[in-house]
């Protein structure tokens, strides 16, 4: 068996930097980073990812969802995969690494690993679409994999008004086989993801790398209240302002889901008739609540319903909640969790023998994995914990110990393996 490469390897680290500036190259934006699915920038992201790859020993692939995949040459076919990776898209005005990091990192252990006697296949991936930037519906290339892709898809548009089967089309893919990515649990044992933290509980603890325990449940709502439009020479006491209520229930959110700990935002309102000189008659907000569990996500929407009701009632307004989006959180598997925590004690980087563990806020390609293999997550502090944002930043050293963690965990779960 292999031993895990230790020390921090700086050449491997400023590798894995250097290609993400040129991956940053690939944009759509003249000032900025943007690469959406299915562009020629995701062309060239994934023409760059598959040299990378082979280069790493890899037998390189585009998959028929348009994910850039790679498989340890030499394995056998009839072996089940360990896959690493992440997503290789961005959001507008993007950092170099959400989602870069974890495929680059991916390559660089594929690399390392090359000639290790392991029981099993190594296989990295390299996702088309995770942000959902493009067509407005997330975790595309992932959810592809995993076999949950929706043929109406095909018919979701762009802000161009593209389609997303003529976008196919155009790349180069058949919009009729997106449905071939699909792996099944056979073939996959297991799903590892690098990712930068994107939040400072990291940074706050002076730690370079930690455990993830659960992707947050995640709720989106819209609430809207109703009340009467009237000029604005109404004297108060026969006002009903729809926006006075949203106003008081949006600053009650934040007042309850500070005290429940969980995340809310509330990121969208809509006003009518949006005028300077007339009493707002309706108000309608986005609410997006995460926590850590579903059950703390509900408990808190609760608390926060009461409130609402109670704003509604004290304002003679209507009130109405719709839902949008409801996600369960997805709880990282134990063994993949043991992996990674041992990997991260391999680095033997200051406190790395009692690993930090932290559930993620955002979301991530491992919650659509999770539907045909374990998942397990390795965040890496970012500066700041600036995301989505060109400030985005990592430190060399950092990226160092997570490969080598990465390298650790495979090889923790090469020495346990047991095929079935
Ligand atoms: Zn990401």
Redesign the pocket.
Known sequence: MAEPRIGGDMTAAERVLDRADELASHSDLPDGIERVYLSPQHRAANDLAARWMREAGLVAWEDAAGNQCGRRAGAGDQLPAVLLG??LDTVPGAGRY??ILGVLVAIEVAARLRDAELPFALEVVAFGD??GTRFGTTLLGSRALAGTWQPEWGGLTDADGIRLADAATAFGLDPARFGDAARTPEELLAYLEV?IEQGPRLEDADRALGVVTAIAAAERRVITYTGESRHCATPWDLRHDALLGASEAILAIERVARAHGSYATVGRIHVEPDAVNVIPGVAAFSLDLRDETATGRDSTWERILHELEAIAVQRGLDLDVSSTHLAPEVVCAPELRAAFASGIAATNDRGSDEPMELFSV?G?DAMAVAAVAPVGMLFVRCRGGISHHADESVRADDVALAIDALEAAVLQLAAEYQPS
């Open positions: 992440s997503h959400d989602g995770e942000e990712h955002a991530h």
